[in-house]
């Protein structure tokens, strides 16, 4: 089983996430990892 979770580390400042499938935690971290994906994650959800 996966859950879903989006972290902020206070120490150095990066984000981590983790998902409830792992097929669908695969897909995001590929489209996050790419310009659009992490414009996504800065405007939508942090």
């Known amino acids: ?9 206070q120490k150095d400042g990066k984000t981590y996430i983790a998902l409830k499938s792992e097929e669908k935690a695969r897909a995001l971290e590929k489209y996050l990892k790419i310009g659009s994906g992490n414009a996504f994650l800065k405007k939508r959800i942090l």
């Open 1 to 9: 089983m996966w859950y879903v979770y989006i972290l902020r580390s």
